[in-house]
């Protein structure tokens, strides 16, 4: 009940939760103004995209405003977080190091993990939660993606969205489907009085 003790106070909402299950690109670090770029756009396609995105993440893609003080505000109270992206690890290594994002969560799953991307299923987050002993009732997925929002809902994992200026599309849905929205972590650190 750390979570719930934890914010709880000005949200029942809370009750029961034990852990995040964080996506990482929109939701954790500021990367979609490059994802959202069509990968026709590189030479090479697909892998000139990546070969991009990997330049990015090593140099200077960012946390997202008030992620990293979140991250330690778990940490320190010792809730369970992880990082369910469909991200490859190997593809994002090098973000991982230079934030540091690594020293705040308990493990980084990708959709190459568990061998199916997020469009497909929610398998990622059931296999987050089943490592970390947990039900996805007993989970918090955090996303800015609406569809996902959605089909973790339908999944039975409560839902929190994030807000991303360079997918507005999403908006929709998480406003329909995600138990709490937001437009950055500052709310959440604000609902634990930090």
């Not at 007993?138 to 929002?149: A, F, H, N, S, T």
Request: hydrophobic share 40%; proline share 6%; with cysteine.
């Amino acid at each position: 009940m750390k979570l719930y003790r934890l914010f709880g106070a000005q949200n029942e909402s809370f009750k029961g939760k034990k852990a995040f299950l964080f996506d990482m690109d929109g939701t954790l670090v500021d990367s979609m103004e490059y994802w959202v770029i069509p990968r026709e756009d590189f030479p090479g396609g697909w892998e000139g995209k990546r070969e991009f995105i990997r330049e990015k993440y090593n140099t200077s893609i960012p946390y997202k405003p008030y992620a990293l003080p979140l991250l330690q505000l778990l940490k320190k109270h010792q809730i369970p977080v992880c990082i369910a992206s469909d991200t490859p690890k190997q593809l994002s290594a090098g973000l991982l190091q230079r934030l540091g994002l690594e020293e705040w969560i308990d493990f980084y799953m990708g959709s190459d993990d568990v061998g199916e991307f997020k469009a497909s299923s929610m398998k990622i987050f059931r296999a987050a939660a089943e490592r970390m002993g947990l039900t996805p009732a007993e989970c918090i997925v955090v996303e800015d993606r609406g569809k996902y929002c959605r089909m973790a809902k339908e999944d039975g994992f409560a839902v929190m969205g994030v807000l991303d200026p360079y997918c507005p599309q999403e908006h929709p849905d998480m406003q329909a489907y995600a138990d709490w929205v937001l437009a950055d972590f500052g709310e959440l650190l604000a609902l634990a009085g930090e």
